[in-house]
């Protein structure tokens, strides 16, 4: 698997997780809500955030679980795990190798 994906084990069945651009637009779209603004630096995400943002890198990955259908399969530990690994993947993603901060949570140039 590449840096952009992870698999992770729930209810028997193994799920691959997929951080790519398209979470941030599966997760907007989800909750009406500015990506960057809620998982920028300083924020802090609901739980709804991130069972929202764990569920778009499920979709992602190729998984046809509703939001719902994820919520009621996770417990917290599950949560918490993928929560973890959710931003690893993110971080992955939007960061060049030897720099501290993603590229895209610096200003945009005009």
């Not at 890198?57 to 795990?81: C, I, M, P, R, V």
């Not at 929560?83 to 901060?101: F, H, I, P, R, Y």
């Amino acid at each position: 698997m590449s840096q952009k994906e992870t698999s992770f084990q729930l209810g028997g069945k193994e799920y691959t997780l997929k951080f790519t651009m398209r979470v941030p637009l599966f997760w907007e779209q989800a909750t009406g809500k500015n990506y960057f603004a809620s998982f920028g630096a300083g924020s802090k995400p609901s739980l709804t955030d991130i069972l929202t943002l764990v569920w778009a890198a499920f979709k992602n990955g190729g998984s046809k679980l509703t939001l719902e259908e994820l919520a009621d399969k996770l417990t917290d530990k599950d949560l918490q795990e993928l929560s973890v690994k959710v931003m690893q993947l993110a971080s992955n993603n939007s960061s060049k190798q030897g720099e501290d901060t993603a590229p895209l949570d610096k200003n945009p140039r005009n």
